[in-house]
């Protein structure tokens, strides 16, 4: 009975841990569309091509550069080779994002695999 209580647990924890990852996910995709991302940005074809297309983003960068993208847009784009018609450090000056959509944006992009 112990044994059968410790998996419970375990499956309840694990269960409300996945349920909270969904929900930041979910809230990413809303920040997405509220800050209007596919104005420069292109997922599964709908968007715009004034920046890269964000299909498989997550497995072309690691978590740490799509966070790094997303808090200093100016340090990434200054390794850039070619730069995009509409720069990310410009665009998110003129937006109000907090630090929990950021987080919600990150792990959004994180599923674009």
């Not at 420069?40 to 497995?59: E, M, N, P, R, Y």
């Not at 200054?78 to 998110?92: D, F, Q, R, V």
């Amino acid at each position: 009975m112990k044994r059968f209580s410790a998996v419970m647990v375990f499956v309840m924890f694990a269960g409300g841990a996945a349920f909270a990852q969904d929900a930041k996910v979910e809230a990413g995709k809303a920040a997405y569309t509220t800050y209007k991302c596919a104005t420069c940005h292109q997922i599964k074809g709908t968007g715009g091509k004034l920046a890269s297309a964000l299909d498989g983003v997550a497995t072309k960068l690691s978590a740490a550069d799509i966070k790094k993208w997303l808090i200093d847009p100016a340090a990434m784009e200054a390794k850039l080779p070619t730069k995009p018609k509409m720069l990310m450090s410009t665009n998110l000056k003129t937006k109000k994002i907090t630090p929990a959509e950021f987080e919600a944006l990150e792990a959004y992009l994180a599923t674009l695999k």
